[in-house]
């Protein structure tokens, strides 16, 4: 392969100036959500979502990944920072076991090759693993990865463990730290649907400002 190959996450983001969609969203929380002191809100289009939910399903035993595709903006009127996750890319060229996934050489120039020929308008917002049967939290290497790759404050980490269907957001905080037990959900943006297509069950909605409880703990 050859080398096009740049550490991910080293650019500063260049925010676009855009009222955050939250007309044709739908808000999902976890049950940590208290404990997470986010800088940024995260909107996931429905597209989006589809196509990860299909990769993260795709392989039940061995972790998959992938970059997290699309928009670092800033609403004009409240001045809150905000990623819009519009596409994913699956990581190729991994290293894989149930308990790990590792990002080789070869995946980096993927990434960044993808990215650069079919999404020259986008940046990489973060990225997203699976964990089979075991959860949804951030491993020690995990964490490492995202603080040598994801370092931008406003670059998210996403864990799925597709066999419970459960799925979260791990954020900067603002003090600057990374907080690897506690999660947040998201804004589901409907760019294709009316109705939810969200089907974690770690995670519930808020519906006219009153959220619906969820039996599963997260």
Same mark, same amino acid.
């Given at each position: 392969?050859?080398?096009? #190959? ?9 925010? !676009? ?34 196509? !990860?939910?299909? %990769? ?16 670092? !903006? ?10 819009? #996750?519009?596409? #994913? ?10 308990? %790990? ?35 949804? /939290? ?9 603080? %040598? ?19 979260? /957001? /791990? !954020? ?41 409880? #969820?039996?599963?703990?997260?």
């Amino acid at each position: 392969m050859t080398s096009r #190959i740049k550490i991910l996450g080293t650019e500063p983001a260049t925010m !676009c100036e855009s009222p955050m969609p939250l007309a044709d969203s739908l808000r999902w929380n976890s049950l940590r959500e208290a404990a997470v002191n986010v800088q940024v809100e995260i909107f996931f289009a429905q597209s989006a979502y589809a196509k !990860c939910v299909a %990769h993260t399903k795709s392989e039940m035993e061995s972790e998959v990944g992938g970059a997290l595709i699309g928009k670092v !903006c800033l609403d004009p009127e409240t001045e809150q920072q905000y990623i819009l #996750i519009q596409d #994913i890319i699956p990581a190729l060229y991994t290293k894989a076991g149930q308990t %790990h996934v590792t990002f080789t050489h070869d995946t980096l120039v993927s990434l960044n090759t993808e990215l650069e020929d079919n999404y020259p308008d986008k940046r990489i917002v973060g990225w997203y693993h699976t964990h089979p049967r075991l959860g949804v /939290f951030m491993s020690s290497y995990d964490t490492w990865l995202h603080n %040598h790759f994801f370092h931008d404050s406003t670059q998210v980490a996403l864990v799925v463990d597709p066999y419970h269907e459960q799925g979260g /957001f /791990f !954020c900067w905080q603002a003090n600057g730290e990374l907080d690897p037990m506690n999660y947040t959900g998201f804004y589901e943006w409907s760019d294709v649907n009316d109705e939810s297509i969200v089907e974690w069950s770690n995670l519930s909605p808020v519906l006219d400002g009153a959220e619906l409880e #969820i039996e599963a703990l997260a």
